[in-house]
T-cell receptor, first 112, second 116 residues
Framework: KQEVTQIPAALSVPEGENLVLNCSFT??????LQWFRQDPGKGLTSLLL???SQREQTSGRLNASLDKSSGRSTLYIAASQPGDSATYLC???????????WGAGTKLIIKP | GAVVSQHPSWVICKSGTSVKIECRSL??????MFWYRQFPKQSLMLMAT?????????EQGVEKDKFLINHASLTLSTLTVTSAHPEDSSFYIC????????????FGQGTRLTVV
């Protein structure tokens, strides 16, 4: 059974710092991995999608990497801003049944 | 990217009444849609997988008679919370997968349901 773990559960850093969020999964038979952002009380915004054959994806200040064999993905945020404060979720799409398995998220607070 | 519209964004209802939540894919067709539920400070939990033209597949522990799902067209799935109770208060989110896409999931804005 696939399990997705995100560490840390919460993170608070000063504005301007570069930071890394971690996501690990136990079953490497994934189709893809996505990183999402959720603002309080709101829906999800898809940030980056990495196919199982890819190693990284970049969008603006965000860079996501995927090491399928070791079951790990990282989300790198450069030059963090207060507007980056949100909960970041990773989810893997299983190859077998196309269902998303979610991590519990990392709550990120960027202090001005 | 593709757009999934979820309506309403929030609703307050009385205990014992039913509430319908709509999930529409605006610019793509989605044979498969998913309904999730999120309790405060917890991750999303898949409730059911909705398949156009057939019965939904419910996750273990989800009451299918309480959470009625209808996926009558390739662009619309509805979730009806029947005889709602305060413990049903939660954040409900739908997602849809583009039939022609690369399996990226597109999400609705979510519906915050409060049962009083």
């Amino acid at each position: 059974k696939q399990e997705v773990t995100q560490i840390p559960a919460a993170l608070s850093v000063p504005e301007g710092e570069n930071l890394v969020l971690n996501c690990s999964f136990t079953d490497s038979a994934i189709y893809n991995l996505q990183w999402f952002r959720q603002d309080p009380g709101k829906g999800l915004t898809s940030l980056l999608l990495i196919q199982s054959s890819q190693r990284e994806q970049t969008s603006g200040r965000l860079n996501a990497s995927l090491d399928k064999s070791s079951g790990r993905s990282t989300l790198y945020i450069a030059a963090s801003q207060p507007g980056d404060s949100a909960t970041y979720l990773c989810a893997v799409l299983m190859d077998s049944n196309y269902q998303l398995i979610w991590g519990a998220g990392t709550k990120l607070i960027i202090k001005p | 990217g593709a757009v999934v519209s979820q309506h309403p964004s929030w609703v307050i209802c009385k205990s014992g009444t039913s509430v319908k939540i709509e999930c529409r894919s605006l610019d793509f067709q989605a044979t498969t849609m998913f309904w999730y539920r999120q309790f405060p400070k917890q991750s999303l939990m898949l409730m059911a997988t909705s398949n156009e033209g057939s019965k939904a597949t419910y996750e273990q522990g989800v009451e299918k008679d309480k959470f009625l799902i209808n996926h009558a067209s390739l662009t619309l799935s509805t979730l009806t919370v029947t005889s709602a109770h305060p413990e049903d208060s939660s954040f409900y989110i739908c997602s849809a997968r583009d039939d022609t896409g690369d399996t990226e999931a597109f999400f609705g804005q979510g519906t915050r349901l409060t049962v009083v």
